[in-house]
């Protein structure tokens, strides 16, 4: 069987360090990729131990382990509490996240993820999904296009861009990642040009593949499938995602606060481990991918 080509993962022994693995335990590694973090979690389980990985891009099947603790479910991680129900299982030990598009998506330029690329655009994780970046880029409505921008891409200029691509497309639709780039071309100054192109694609591709609600939900989902002690180690490389987990660690919500006790304590499912952990300088030199990563991790009260 061929192996996709993918990159080592970030902040791999810090990732699975933050597991506390216990060798019998359950463990779910919710973004397999290239299935670094599961390898590492494999060669720290014992007989006894599971794990379960969930990837919802069909390029990663190809990088299955050939072990028999091991079960790769070919879904969305936001389905995770009905797909370990099918395999058996009500309550894990621990869950790993790392949620960054994985480097073999960035490299493949026909994916259409990378700004390095000419390429349709695409950006569906899920190949399989009716929603593409196309779909969004020449169908969305302007006030639904301003909207993708200013959350997702947090860009001053949403509203300016939004019309701009209406009004182009009237006469001919954007296919391509440099018809998109032409296009936006007086947004995008010399000096800054790749840091903005980047938030115009990390909009589009969190919009054409539902990641902020996938997200919620799947968050959402993890206190009633933890073992009580049992572990969440998630990293995130956006403002975004990483404000979702964080408020959620502390709170067990995303928005509002949470009850409090007959003491006046809060009731919240989890508490936090550690601070925040970052990559070494080191690491980030090696591997540039890791600059924006940030680690938290949880455990379940």
């Known amino acids: 069987m061929m192996t996709m080509e993918y990159h080592n993962p970030v902040l791999l022994k810090e990732t699975v360090d933050g597991l506390d ?11 397999f990729g290239g299935g670094g973090h599961s390898k590492e979690i494999l060669k720290r389980l014992g007989d006894k131990g599971r794990l379960f ?3 919802q891009d069909l390029d990663a099947l190809e990088n299955t382990l050939g072990d028999p603790r091991f079960t790769l479910i070919n879904e969305n991680f936001r389905h995770i509490k009905r797909f370990l129900r099918f395999h058996g299982v009500k309550k894990v030990d621990g869950i790993l996240a790392d949620f960054g598009v994985s480097s073999h998506q960035f490299d493949v330029a026909e994916r259409g993820f990378s700004t390095r690329f000419e390429a349709d655009l695409d950006m569906r994780m899920n190949q399989e999904n009716k929603i593409s970046a196309f779909h969004v880029v020449n169908e969305y409505e302007e006030e639904q296009l301003k909207q993708v921008f200013l959350q997702y ?3 001053r200029a949403a509203p300016a861009m939004a019309r701009l691509i209406v009004e182009h497309r009237k006469t001919d639709p954007i296919i391509t990642s440099e018809q998109l780039k032409t296009v ?5 100054p010399p000096r800054h040009e790749n840091k903005v192109l980047a938030q115009i694609y990390q909009a589009i591709r969190i919009e ?23 572990r969440l180690s998630f990293i995130s490389y956006h403002s975004l995602e990483d404000r979702l987990v964080k408020r959620f660690i502390r709170n067990g919500m995303f928005e509002g606060e ?5 003491y006046g304590n809060f009731e919240v499912p989890l508490k936090k481990v550690n601070g925040l952990i970052v990559p070494s300088k080191e690491e980030i030199r090696i591997n540039s991918r890791a600059r924006s990563a940030k680690l938290r991790i949880a455990e379940k009260l």
Do not use: H, W
């Open 153 to 155: 891409g947090e860009l």
């Open 184 to 188: 936006l071309g007086k947004f995008l």
């Open 258 to 262: 949470p009850e409090r006790d007959m």
């Open 53 to 55: 990985a969930f990837d």
């Open 21 to 31: 693995i216990n060798p019998n335990g359950v463990y779910v590694d919710v973004t």
């Open 208 to 230: 054409v593949n539902q990641e902020i609600e996938a997200l919620k939900e799947f968050l959402q989902q993890t206190p009633e499938l933890l073992e009580k002690g049992g």
